[in-house]
């Protein structure tokens, strides 16, 4: 079945860049999102990507995927504080989402 | 654009009662609308596919005749959760799926949430 792994806990300082990684087992998933979540808030939108790409960037966000590895990771340029929440990858299963377990980034000042 | 409303966002009330929570789209029309469950520090749980005009399809170990879920128009979609008990606390999320648009995937776009807490 499918199944979204990412690691728990992250912690940078401000203005490093941030890495989260992710994997994903299912190889026909078209799209690849990553979400964000603030405490006790619904999920944001911050960037998704075809799978047949494998990069793609958006101001301080890249994505990056590596479709024979399954891996695919977001790096953000010069963390702020207002970065610090739960970051969810996700894969695209017959217009379902099969959400990771999230990341938490901490940014410490 | 793509903005997704819940109400109550969040709601107390005793064991054995009822409670009834809106998911919607406020500027686009929503064929297809999914309510998910999230316990602290954990993931989105799918529990429901929502269909405008037809029966919801859930997900394995869902109960439908606890979760009762109707999506009655292109906007709007409600799940009721009957006779709460302490054990459906948790937070309850909706997103509504805004369909192709400019070779934009269907994507979901999530609501706020709403923290269901039962005495």
């Known amino acids: 079945g499918e199944d979204v792994e990412q690691s728990l806990f992250l912690s940078v300082r401000e203005g490093d860049s941030s890495v989260i990684n992710c994997t994903y087992t299912?190889?026909?998933?078209?799209?690849l999102y990553w979400y964000k979540q603030e405490p006790g808030a619904g999920l944001q939108l911050l960037t998704y990507i075809f799978s047949n790409m494998d990069m793609k960037q958006d101001q301080r966000l890249t994505v990056l995927l590596n479709k024979k590895d399954k891996h695919l990771s977001l790096r953000i340029a010069d963390t702020q504080t207002g970065d610090s929440a739960i970051y969810f990858c996700a894969e695209e299963e017959g217009g379902k989402l099969i959400f990771g377990q999230g990341t938490e980034l901490s940014v410490k000042p | 654009g793509a903005v997704v409303s819940q109400h109550p966002s969040w709601v107390i009330c005793k064991s054995g009662t009822s409670v009834k929570i809106e998911c919607r789209s406020l500027?686009?029309?929503?064929?297809?609308m999914f309510w998910y469950r999230q316990f602290p520090k954990q993931s989105l749980m799918l529990m429901a596919t929502?269909?405008?005009?037809?029966?919801?399809?859930?997900e394995q170990g869902v109960e439908k005749d606890k979760f009762l879920i109707n999506h009655a128009s292109l906007t709007l979609s409600t799940l009721t959760v009957t006779s709460a008990h302490p054990e459906d606390s948790s937070f309850y999320i909706c997103?509504?799926?805004?369909?192709?648009?400019?070779?934009?995937?269907?994507?979901?776009?999530f609501g706020p949430g709403t923290r269901l807490t039962v005495l």
């Open positions: 500027d686009f029309q929503a064929t297809t």
């Open positions: 997103s509504a799926m805004l369909g192709w648009t400019d070779s934009v995937p269907n994507t979901q776009y």
């Open positions: 299912d190889s026909s998933s078209t799209y």
């Open positions: 929502s269909n405008e005009g037809s029966k919801a399809t859930y």
